[in-house]
Nanobody, 120 residues
Framework: QVQLVESGGGLAQAGGSLRLSCAAS????????MGWFRQAPGKEREFVAA???????NYADSVKGRFTISRDNAKKTVYLQMNSLKPEDTAVYYC??????????????WGQGTQVTVSS
């Protein structure tokens, strides 16, 4: 069982920045693929970014060039640095962990989410 706890959400102005953190349990964090997803009111949950155990990253087109995902294996934490925020980035952001390769493209564990609100 892996527990994920997000933090760092809040209110930002358009053009501003926020950094989300996700602390994970589990002794083999370094082998997990970690992802960030978001869900805006009335919309389906969507992929934002992911980082594999090798450090390779991928991003949704809507956040490329503005968001950066990173991981610190020693701290068992994954980050999402969000710059140049837009009102359309407003959503609940969820951290997810894929601990089993065969689960791909799905994820095995999810955090409870953190609210990000961007005002215009």
């Amino acid at each position: 069982q892996v527990q994920l706890v997000e933090s760092g959400g809040g209110l930002a102005q358009a053009g501003g920045s926020l950094r989300l953190s996700c602390a994970a349990s589990g002794r083999t964090f370094r082998t997990y693929t970690m992802g960030w997803f978001r869900q805006a009111p009335g919309k389906e949950r969507e992929f934002v970014a992911a980082v594999s155990w090798t450090g390779s990253t991928n991003y949704a087109d809507s956040v490329k060039g503005r968001f950066t995902i990173s991981r610190d294996n020693a701290k068992k934490t994954v980050y999402l640095q969000m710059n140049s925020l837009k009102p359309e980035d407003t959503a609940v952001y969820y951290c997810a962990a894929r601990v089993t390769v065969t689960t791909a493209p799905n994820y095995d564990y999810w955090g409870q989410g953190t609210q990000v609100t961007v005002s215009s």
